[in-house]
C-alpha cells in the first residue's frame, strides 16, 4: 500500500498522529525541507509525534518516511495527467472518444509500468526462472487471465508453467513446492490474505519467489525474492474496470518471456518455429500474413 493510503486509512494513531499524517497529506513537497521540529511548530504536536507516527508506518524515523513519502509524490505526478485511470471516460462520450481514451490510458500505463521497472530486479527475475525446474503462477481472479497468456507463450519454448485457478488447490500446489522451484505471485495491493498465506507456504519450503505488486512497501513485498513493481493509479474498488492494472501485468509478464527468450534466442527460435510448423496449421490468402 503506498504511503498516502496508509495515511489516510491508518485507525491505530493518536490524536496528534491524526494531525500530522493530514499535514503531511495538505503539504505533500511542500515537507521536503521540514525537521521534526518544524512539524511539531506547524502542527501543535511534539517532535517525538513525527518519530512515532514514521515507525508505525514502518519506517526507521522521519527522514526515512520523508525521502519514500517524496519519491511516491514524484511517481505519481508522473504519467496520466490528462486521464483517470479509474474512470477513463463518461456518459457524455462517444464511442470514438472512449475508443482513443482507452487507447491512451494503455499507452500511460505501458510507460508508467517502464518507468517502475529496475534492472537488478528484472535480471534476479529472470535468472530465477531460467534455472528453475518447475514454475508456478499463484493469483486471483483477473491476474490469472494474464497468467495464462504467459503459459500460452513459454510453452512453445519447452517451458512449462502451472497454474492452478482453484484457490484452494493452490495451497496444495505451493505446499508441494521446492528450492528447485520458482513461484510468481501477483497481487495488486500486496496484501491478499490467501496470496499471503501462499507465499509464507513457499517461503517455508524455501521457493524463489517473483512478486508482481503495486508500489510502497507492503507484506508480499518483503516475503519475495525480488519484485516488479505494477503500474499503481487504480483504486482497489471505486474504478470502471483494471484497464491500468491488466496492461501493467500483461507487460511485466511479456518481459519475463521475451528476457527468457533472448536468454537461448537461437534455440528457442528455432524450437518454436519448428514446433508452430508442425502444431499450428494455418492457412492465409493474404501476402502480408503468408510465411516466406
Known amino acids: 500500500m503506498i504511503i498516502s493510503n496508509k495515511l489516510e486509512s491508518m485507525d491505530s494513531l493518536s490524536k496528534s498522529e491524526e494531525i500530522l499524517a493530514k499535514f503531511i497529506l495538505k503539504e505533500k513537497e511542500n515537507i521536503e525541507s521540514l525537521s521534526t521540529k518544524d512539524l511539531a511548530k506547524a502542527t501543535y504536536t511534539s517532535p517525538s509525534t513525527a518519530i512515532r507516527l514514521s515507525k508505525k508506518l514502518g519506517f526507521s524515523g522521519w527522514n526515512e518516511l520523508k525521502e519514500k513519502y517524496l519519491e511516491e509524490l514524484h511517481y505519481l505526478n508522473q504519467h496520466f495527467s490528462n486521464i483517470d485511470p479509474n474512470y477513463p471516460f463518461d456518459t457524455n462520450d462517444t464511442f470514438i472518444n472512449v475508443a482513443a481514451k482507452i487507447g491512451h490510458l494503455a499507452s500511460e500505463s505501458i510507460e508508467d509500468t517502464l518507468s517502475l521497472l529496475k534492472h537488478t530486479e528484472l535480471q534476479k527475475a529472470v535468472e530465477l526462472l531460467h534455472n528453475s525446474q518447475h514454475i508456478s ?21 519447452n517451458k512449462y508453467v502451472d497454474i492452478t485457478n482453484v484457490p484452494a488447490e493452490q495451497l496444495y500446489v ?8 520458482t513461484a510468481i505471485l501477483i497481487s495488486y495491493s500486496g496484501e491478499t490474505e490467501e496470496v499471503l498465506k501462499i507465499a509464507n507456504i513457499l517461503k517455508s519450503n524455501r521457493t524463489p519467489i517473483i512478486s508482481l505488486t503495486s508500489i510502497g512497501e507492503n507484506s508480499l513485498r518483503k516475503l519475495s525474492n525480488c519484485a516488479m513493481s505494477i503500474s499503481t493509479r487504480e483504486k482497489l474498488y471505486s ?42 496449421e494455418r492457412v492465409s490468402n493474404s501476402t502480408l500474413l503468408k510465411e516466406d
Open 137 to 157: 503462477i499463484y493469483g486471483f481472479s483477473n491476474s490469472l487471465i494474464m497468467a495464462y497468456d504467459f503459459k500460452h507463450k513459454m510453452l512453445r519454448i
Open 174 to 181: 505451493a505446499s508441494n513446492s521446492t528450492p528447485q522451484h
Open 239 to 280: 474504478k470502471i474496470a483494471t484497464y491500468s492494472t491488466n496492461n501493467s501485468i500483461h507487460l511485466l509478464l511479456d518481459i519475463l518471456y521475451s528476457c527468457l527468450f533472448k536468454m537461448d534466442y537461437d534455440l528457442n527460435l528455432e524450437y518454436k518455429t519448428n514446433i508452430s510448423k508442425n502444431v499450428d
